[in-house]
């Protein structure tokens, strides 16, 4: 079955304290992002990557990292998050390009609380 | 990417057509317009895009105005399932970042 895998689904954790959200599509997609998601704000990009090794910033980058190292995987990275990172995250791939079939498929999402 | 405009909700009876309209009148040439739904805080979905032509698909029909300006999804026979938000976005044909813009979306609420 095609799918977009996010790990963890939910997460508490403190101020300071490093994490990393993992991400992992079986569609051999080229095109990964993060999206995260809060109330009144919609869902903002976070970070893209265009293949393997190709990463690049989105509209809210800051506070963030990512990496492709494989194709298949595209964690993202909190090295000290901050309360306003409280959010809902999503991991989401798809073929390169915008033209056809390339539909985006979505994870179920990761709710992350800093506390 | 050309923005849009959705009205910000609305309902229909289960059983009946929906027709979520969208209006996206600085759409250029080189860009489909798509649509998603989000199911309460579930990973966005992919239902259907097109470009100038009608399309069809086992989800939902897209209804494309001949000058582009506007589009209509409909989902022909709703139901409770269907309580979503849905997002209609015009993204470029090509480009190195394949980036979908939200706007807000419309919240369809489909009632017994």
């Known amino acids: 079955e095609a799918q977009v895998t996010q790990n963890p689904r939910y997460l508490i954790t403190v101020t300071g304290k490093k994490l990393t959200v993992t991400c992992s599509q079986n569609?051999?997609?080229?095109?990964m992002s993060w999206y995260r998601q809060d109330p009144g704000l919609g869902l903002r990009q976070i970070y893209y990557?265009?293949?393997?090794?190709?990463?690049d910033k989105g509209d809210v980058p800051e506070g963030y990292k990512v990496s492709r190292k494989e194709k298949r995987n595209f964690p993202l990275i909190l090295e000290s998050p901050s309360p306003n990172q409280t959010s809902l995250y999503f991991c989401?791939?798809?073929?390169?390009?915008?033209?056809?079939?390339?539909?985006?498929?979505f994870g179920q999402g990761t709710r992350l609380t800093v506390v | 990417d050309a923005k849009t405009t959705q009205p910000p909700s609305m309902d229909c009876a289960e059983g009946r057509a929906a027709n979520l309209p969208c209006n996206h009148s600085?759409?250029?040439?080189?860009?489909?317009v798509y649509w998603y739904r989000q199911i309460h805080s579930q990973g966005p979905q992919y239902i259907i895009h097109?470009?100038?032509n009608n399309e069809t698909n086992e989800m939902a029909s897209l209804i494309i105005t001949e000058d582009r300006k506007s589009s209509t999804l409909i989902l022909p026979h709703a139901t409770l399932r269907d309580t979503a938000v849905y997002y209609c976005?015009?993204?470029?044909?090509?480009?190195?970042?394949?980036?979908?813009?939200f706007g807000k979306g419309i919240t369809l609420s489909v009632r017994p």
């Open positions: 600085t759409i250029s040439g080189n860009e489909y």
């Open positions: 569609m051999n997609h080229e095109y």
């Open positions: 990557s265009m293949n393997v090794e190709v990463t």
């Open positions: 097109g470009l100038k």
């Open positions: 989401a791939s798809s073929h390169k390009g915008g033209g056809p079939h390339t539909e985006a498929f």
């Open positions: 976005i015009v993204r470029a044909r090509t480009g190195a970042n394949s980036k979908l813009t």
